[in-house]
């Protein structure tokens, strides 16, 4: 159902990812510096009807699945970006950044998958999938970053920056996908930041602290402090005191009380949900 191959990239029409970085056009998948995830079309969503739990469960898994991919291309290119700047001869010096957009008729085709579900009312176990997607692409982000410890302050913090990115991007895209499950302020993306602060930004406090206290001019050091403010906004924005108790939990200081509080915490964000 998937095929990866760059050299193909060109001549197949699914095309999930392509890149774009500021103020220029998409690249030639065949000139990226990433493999393309490709997927074979699947027939037309219009005459599919869902009458039955197992179809819906199908078609369920059939979404997860997709999306996952996509998060798998984000992770897979933030590790060769990753990989690359810990091998090249100046690893600290700032890089071109851009963008990995989903792309539109992929896009579109997951969204008629959606539709079918929302109509089948199959919705609730597709959130709680989806926050099991994002709570595992920020555990994955964790393990990359976990790597980099006993190397340079300034390179672990360009990684870190480069990793809140990688969310960013990853996020933005899935939200255009999952949208019309979410409301305000409990959006996807959000939601993601949510993980990304509780499992990251909170673990590197004393590195943060580090990074602002070098010089203003250095590219990396306004990258952290947006990563921070950012991440924390999405957390406050929801300043409902059932959540603002969860978020205080001391248990959260182990890894099995991250995985309780994560646990909590979709559990408090699945009440604020819209069907």
Known sequence: ???????????????????RSSGQSLIPPETSNY???????????????LSNPESIENLREEIIESINQIYNEYLNNYISCKSKRMWSKNPLEKRR??????????????????????????????????????HTFVDSLNDQLIELMGRSKMLRAICLAEAYHTL?????????????LFKEPTTFE???KIFFYERIVKNSVPLIEYVKNQDQNHFVVPLIEKMER??????????????????????????????????????????LLIL
């Open 1 to 19: 159902m998937v095929e990866r191959n760059k050299q193909n990239a060109k001549a197949s029409e699914n095309l999930v990812l392509s890149e």
């Open 35 to 49: 493999f393309s995830l490709l997927r074979v079309s699947d027939p037309p969503m219009e005459n599919l009807k």
């Open 97 to 134: 950044s851009y963008n990995l957009y989903v792309d539109k008729a992929f896009r579109r085709q997951l969204q008629e998958e959606l539709k079918q579900l929302i109509h089948s009312e199959g919705t609730q176990e597709l959130r709680d999938s989806l926050c099991g997607s994002a």
């Open 168 to 180: 960013q991007n990853s996020s933005k895209e899935i939200e255009k996908i999952v949208s019309c």
């Open 190 to 192: 959000n939601l993601n």
């Open 230 to 271: 950012e991440s924390k906004c999405a957390v406050s924005v929801l300043t409902s005191a059932p959540l603002c108790d969860i978020l205080s939990d001391d248990s959260f200081s182990n890894h099995e009380g991250s995985a309780r509080q994560s646990h909590r915490i979709i559990c408090h964000l699945m009440s």
